[in-house]
């Protein structure tokens, strides 16, 4: 058997943060060490209720979960209820945990973790970068004392989808978004953050095909339809995973059609957490990347040099160019398979 991908995984969790950590609880070659929560969906109590959740569900009540942040280092906190529901998982009503939550804080728990197993933890954060803009404060050497970090967020020669030109993640809080890229300057060549941004992950669309293969897959009946005909139904789904991702994912697909990009869902965590443990799933492009934060339009945009005009060296391996299709396949496969055993 090869040896697992072992990870530090910060989220704030909302639709696609949930699906990301059930793939990560159903992947063979992932043990999820900590699981970090900080604001950014919702705020970062809610984020905990949701991530304890999801996790013993998952049958994953022993992992670590630490919380982070309140809100960004400088600006005040957005949230984005109006895509993931007043709670952060759409429709879905998950059961409320009874498990308590890590006595140290998720800037802690990267550092002491990085400092126990260096070399050895991949770190994956799907949501704003302030618990590891925090960690890197306690201890700058975390670059070189984690085995790579992947990044979903920024957005490189492509539209925002929070301004005309950033993306949520970094938009949420570019501080820390900046004081990340700078801190990854220092890591050897091969180990550059890999950057899964939206010119990419806008690609990862789920369509309700998807989700009627995945209760096939889990053994779910009845295996249903999504249809924008049928805002707001609850999932009937008799495996409980599905049952609550169905949920999820419709009040997901009924935002995106809102804003005029059809009925789907982006999902762009499940496939950073997919790159985490497959790096091969995608193709790269070095860059060093920097953040705008003074400008009037385009504060919290990603900038990318790829040419080499700011003599410094890369910080980012972007992801390029994937098949969507194959990882749906991966990923629908591995959820279901994993679904009809809980």
Known sequence: ?????????????????????????????????AVCCTAGNVPTAQVTRNT???LDMCGLSGVEVAVGAD?????????????????????????????????RSAAHAWVELARENPGELVGLVTGPMTNLALALRLEPELPTLL??????GGSFDHPGNTTPTSEWNVAVDPESAKEVFDAF?????????IVCALGLTERIEMHPAHVARLAEISGSVPVESLSIDDRGRRSQASVPIVRHLTDAVRFYM?????QGEGYLAHMHDPFAAAVALHPEMAEYALATVDVELTGTLTRGTTVADRRGFWNRRPNAAIAVATDPEAFFDHLLETVGTFAATR
Not at 1 to 30: C, E
Not at 147 to 152: E, Q, S
Not at 254 to 258: G, I, K, Y
């Open 71 to 103: 809100g960004p280092l400088v600006a005040p906190l957005m949230t984005t209820e109006d895509t993931h529901g007043p709670l952060g998982v759409g429709y879905a009503e998950l059961p409320q945990s009874s498990r308590a939550v890590s006595t």
């Open 1 to 33: 058997m090869p040896s697992r991908t072992r990870l530090i995984v910060d989220v704030d969790t909302g639709i696609d943060d949930s699906l990301a950590l059930v793939y990560l609880a159903a992947s063979a070659d992932a043990e999820v060490v």
């Open 185 to 193: 300057e220092s890591v050897p060549a091969g180990r550059e953050p």
């Open 254 to 258: 009924e935002f995106h059609h809102a």
């Open 147 to 152: 085995k790579r970090v992947v990044i979903m």
């Open 52 to 54: 304890l959740a999801w």
